[in-house]
């Protein structure tokens, strides 16, 4: 079965305190691994899509990677403003029938100033 | 703005009751989605409609129902509520139904049953 793993569950930074959060997964055929921003009680907002191995994406303060295994969202020097909770998902399968996501259940991050 | 409009952004009712969410996809998305987000289990896909058709179906249960119109926007229906169906309910959307692509999501309705 399609698994999406995310950890850690909750992160405390400081401002300008660098760090990376992790999302592992299990799929059969990956077509797409997605990463959203999520503010409270809003939709996901999109920030980056990553389709192979050895890719990666920056925008801002964030990067994201990708291995054949998991994917890391590294924040940079975060601000205050970077708080929210961050999902990976992943798109699988073969045949292109459907473009469901799967979702983790997120990392809530939190940047003290 | 993400260009993806649900309706109504709060629902409270009552067990037993049914209730109708109304989504309007982005100008020119021609796939919508509905997923289910709780506290404890993270967003959940529910189904997927392309072009009018429904194109996958997730974890939706018999009591939920959903369909896209001609005008592309779709209604998910949700009956003989149960107080564990109270969550945020997401709309998104997307150009394609095909694999490859992200989507653009709504800002949600939040359904509380009493």
């Known amino acids: 079965e399609d698994q999406v793993t995310q950890s850690p569950e909750a992160l405390r930074l400081q401002e300008g305190e660098s760090s990376s959060l992790n999302c592992s997964y299990t799929?059969?055929?990956?077509?797409?691994l997605f990463w959203y921003r999520q503010d409270p009680g809003k939709g996901p907002e999109f920030l980056f899509t990553?389709?192979?191995a050895g890719e990666e994406k920056e925008k801002e303060r964030l990067k994201a990677t990708l291995t054949k295994k998991e994917s890391f969202l590294h924040i940079t020097a975060p601000k205050p403003e970077d708080s929210a909770t961050y999902l990976c998902?992943?798109?699988?399968?073969?045949?292109?029938?459907?473009?469901?996501?799967?979702f983790g259940t997120g990392t809530l991050l939190a940047v003290q100033p | 703005d993400s260009g993806v409009t649900q309706t109504p952004k709060h629902l409270i009712t009552a067990t037993g009751q049914r209730v109708t969410l109304r989504c309007s996809p982005r100008?020119?998305?021609?796939?919508v989605y509905w997923y289910q987000q709780s506290l404890d289990q993270g967003l959940q896909f529910l189904i997927q409609?392309?072009?009018?058709?429904?194109?996958a179906k997730g974890n939706i249960l018999e009591r939920f129902s959903a369909q896209q119109f001609p005008d592309l926007h779709s209604e998910l229906n949700l009956s003989s509520l149960e107080l564990g169906d109270s969550a945020l309910y997401f709309c998104?959307?997307?150009?394609?139904?095909?694999?490859?692509?992200?989507?653009?999501f709504g800002s949600g309705t939040r359904l509380t049953v009493v």
């Open positions: 409609y392309y072009n009018g058709e429904e194109r």
């Open positions: 998104a959307s997307s150009l394609t139904g095909g694999a490859g692509y992200g989507y653009t």
């Open positions: 799929v059969s055929g990956l077509r797409g």
């Open positions: 990553l389709y192979s």
């Open positions: 998902a992943v798109q699988a399968g073969y045949g292109g029938a459907t473009n469901k996501l799967i």
């Open positions: 100008s020119g998305d021609l796939s």
